[in-house]
């Protein structure tokens, strides 16, 4: 991307070397439970299903509202129609359970074939009448979390252009909301209205789970800035409206693709803010979006010191000490920053995918906060090679490795500390309030290890092998 | 197209690479994108495995596709010749990958130039069979490669063990209890006199395999893994085969009583029948349990069975045969081998089913309504659901079948475990009288301990909400402190402001 916004100093470096992520296709794990009249079609072969069930295990689970299309030899070898045959399912699924919206998640062998999704997409929605959304969450292009980028990307497009102009369906739009004020005096609704400032709309995207979405939004009603919907909504039928010129701003840093098509296609403003993880984090991001505004920040001071000071039982049992991200969610710089500012030092981020100008305020954050706190600048390498990161670690010994789960419980057994960094990715770790969780699990394995130190356990394979 | 919510097996590279991982020394390379690797993460996680998983993606992106990937295939397969030194390297694709139709087998001859060690291409259809089939394949292909560069090196061994022995095939990392069945079917050709020639492919090394034709027998215990390379070894070699899996009292006896004869055709004269009945009578507690008044209970009471062939089948009979329980129907998902289930259990069971369709057979338990069923981790989920008690007696692996104490299925102390796996699995005796006596566990509605009960603070609609959004095991944490937080600052409604707050000051 554009190599000029980036910071010179941060060293970047590209291995592409064999490293394991989960596939983006994982995005299906959160996202049906977030968008709760969803319904996700993926259209692969057994080896994605397969890796549903047994590595992510969200299978058994997901029944209801998930699902996989499982391409047989006749499919590949295109013996079979591909709309023919994904009509037929896309009805069963209609009659089954009934969904506001179909996702089809297309993956690598899609991608392959030449599946044309999009192409049978709008056909086969004004068939059977229920939108049908594509997303090529394939592995060929995309990481793990960047699955739901390719989600959001596409239901960008379906967003309502319009606040709807029959006042009957502005009604319907916000039965909740009535629902949720009745018995209330209009005067009170109105009196609310005014807590916040005028200001162009603002969308919020990422897929948060409904406790931090309702957090980040409170955050910012705190400062007057109303949130007029969130990408994705809880429901396929609550997307919010995008006008030209509304601004647009993400919660998660792997929603480069998304930023794109809000910019481009939706033509929405995109504020270019450092991520809402860490109370500095949090910070900076409430600020950036103040600003955009021409808003003053009221309080953040005092709420980001009073962060801290809760949670120094945690920042102190890890600082001065190393952390190593091997890299595989691509929350690796946010969360790097953070501990950064929580007194740890990072040799090196590894990072499966950098947009150096989505990232690129999170990336000024870093730089400057390595700076403040006086250590040295991380090394940034994109699409990492395991086998030699693991030969790094070695050498380095950091106190903590972040890792994806094929490398955790090796590492450990060679006396290492690790912490999945999968879990990063299904924690709440957005906003002020939920620092602690990112610290109780950054600490845990240091926690634990402490509890067993006198133990002398701290070896568990024989001869090192030749890894 | 197929519309599938869970699969009994997984896809073929799975098997190839479980086969693969589970020989010493021998690393995989697979031809496929990111994230098809995820076969690491299963090994590393289910199994709690303490090695790096000998498996390596060599990656297939985008640009691999404009431009072919022929060299990175080649890079990758030398580089790691050079880093790890294995003795063979296994190529494998993905189902995803094979359609990329590149000549995968010129890739490996290319590397075999360069790599001191082996280089081979797994020979599998990923799209004809499954992670079954394709393991039994990939095991019969080293196997028949080893025999065969010894043979032109003229390094195969001549004749047999001076003693009996053995070969045990197709115990593997990844399978359900394997590690645990071996080494209960190694203490079991000990106690026979039988030496161990061999056990392949875990912890095997490919070196060794030259000398797999000196056993005087193979025992070939799981159905799914190992009778190829067993029945390629009897037509080279003419080593016989037992391929009984000595599962339950009665199995396991047959298979000892196959195991005397093939010996003694052979020249030895071994007579099992006394250690067959001091085990059974009074070694194993299985044939007590049968016997005790306990088992009594079961007498009649109706179970279903499903899950591969080989567990499957020998539950079947374990149940039907050695504890009188009425077996409804018996089921697998193997249908390339269906054939060979039918006649086992036919006898046992009023109905055979043969599907890997999970809805079908969910819908087959409920038709039934069982006491008890004996299935996968699908079918303990279908029982959850109609609150019918499962046991789990066959893959899809979970991380619940690699328990740290001692668990086997096979041998006598696998009698012992199943004993126990179905006497728990069932409504016990007398428990079951006083059920009907006094109908039912709980005769008086739950008192809940209202956690609400003598709260002095008012929850706003809005901090109600949320809370009612924090999980169960944990919301009754979360009111405490944030009513103690509220309490001690003089605070006397909650709203979501206040709830945030005692978050971030004690973490509630």
Known sequence: MTADTQPQTLNFECETGNYHTFCPISCVAWLYQKIEDSFFLVIGTKTCGYFLQNAMGVMIFAEPRYAMAELEEGDISAQLNDYEELKRLCVQIKRDRNPSVIVWIGTCTTEIIKMDLEGLAPKLESEIGIPIVVARANGLDYAFTQGEDTVLAAMATRCPDKTPVAETEKEERNAIQKLLHFGRQKEEVVAEESEYIQHPPLVLFGSLPDPVVTNLTLELKKQGIKVSGWLPAKRFTELPILEEGNYVCGVNPFLSRTATTLMRRRKCKLIGAPFPIGPDGTRAWIEKICSVFGIEPKGLDEREAQIWAGVEDYVKLIRGKSVFFMGDNLLEISLARFLIRCGMTVPEIGIPYMDKRYQGAELALLEKTCQEMGVPLPKIVEKPDNYNQIQRIYELQPDLVITGMAHANPLEARGINTKWSVEFTFAQIHGFTNARDILELVTRPLRRNTSLKDLGWNKLVKEEANV | ?508
């Not at chain 2, 691999?64 to 295939?73: F, H, N, T, Y």
């Not at chain 2, 069975?305 to 329980?325: P, Q, S, Y």
């Open chain 2, 1 to 508: 197209m197929k519309l599938a919510y869970w699969m009994y097996a997984g896809p073929a590279h799975i098997g190839t690479l479980r086969v693969a991982s589970s020989f010493k020394n021998v690393h995989a390379i697979m031809h496929a994108p990111l994230g098809d690797d995820y076969f690491n993460v299963m090994r590393s996680m289910l199994e709690r495995e303490r090695d790096f998983t000998p498996v390596t993606a060599s990656i297939v992106d985008r640009n691999v596709l404009a431009r072919g990937s022929q060299e990175k295939v080649v890079d990758n397969i030398t580089r790691k010749d050079k880093e790890e030194h294995p003795d063979l390297i296994v190529l494998t694709p993905t189902c995803t990958s094979s359609i990329l139709q590149e000549d995968l087998q010129n890739f490996v001859e290319r590397a075999q130039l360069e790599a001191k060690g082996d280089v081979m291409l797994a020979d599998v259809n990923h799209y004809r069979v499954n992670e079954l089939q394709a393991a039994d394949r990939t095991l019969h292909q080293i196997v028949q490669y080893y025999i065969e560069k010894a043979r032109k090196k003229g390094e195969l061994p001549h004749g047999k063990t001076e003693k009996p022995s053995v070969n045990i095939i197709g115990i593997s990392t990844l399978g359900f209890h394997n590690q645990h069945d071996c080494t209960e079917l190694k203490r079991l050709m000990t106690d026979l006199g039988i030496e161990l020639n061999a056990v392949i492919p875990e912890g095997a090394s490919v070196h060794e395999l030259k000398n797999l034709p000196r056993a005087w027998f193979n025992l070939v215990p799981y159905r799914e893994l190992g009778l190829m390379t067993a029945h390629y070894l009897k037509e080279e070699f003419g080593v016989p085969c037992v391929e009984i899996t000595p599962m339950g009292v009665v199995e396991t006896a047959r298979c000892l009583r196959s195991i005397q004869k093939v010996l003694n055709e052979q020249g030895a004269t071994v007579d099992y029948e006394k250690y067959i009945e001091e085990q059974t009578l009074y070694v194993s507690q299985a044939a007590w349990f049968s016997r005790s008044i306990d088992c009594q209970n079961l007498t009649g009471k109706k179970a279903v069975v499903f899950g591969d062939n080989t567990h499957a089948a020998a539950m079947t009979k374990v149940l039907a045969r050695e504890m009188g329980i009425h077996v409804v129907w018996a089921g697998t998902y193997c249908k390339y081998d269906a054939d060979w289930f039918r006649e086992q259990v036919s006898e046992y069971c009023d109905e055979v089913i043969i599907s890997d369709d999970n809805g079908a057979i969910g819908d087959a338990i409920a038709r039934v309504e069982p006491s008890a069923i004996f299935g996968t981790q699908m079918e303990r989920h279908v029982g959850k659901r109609l609150n019918i008690p499962c046991g789990v007696i066959a893959a899809p692996i979970h991380i619940q079948n690699f328990p740290i104490g001692y668990k086997p299925f096979m041998g006598y102390e696998g009698t012992n475990q199943i004993a126990d796996l179905v006497y728990n699995s069932f409504t016990l005796g007398m428990e079951d009288h006083l059920l009907e006596i006094f109908g039912g566990h709980d005769t008086k509605e739950v008192i809940t301990k209202g956690i609400s009960a003598d709260s002095d603070l008012n929850w706003n609609k809005e901090a109600q909400t949320e809370l009612n959004k924090v999980p169960g095991f944990v919301r009754g944490k979360v009111k405490r402190n944030t009513e103690k937080f509220a309490r001690e600052r003089g605070l006397t409604e909650i709203t979501l402001e206040v709830m945030y707050a005692a978050k971030e000051a004690v973490g509630a």
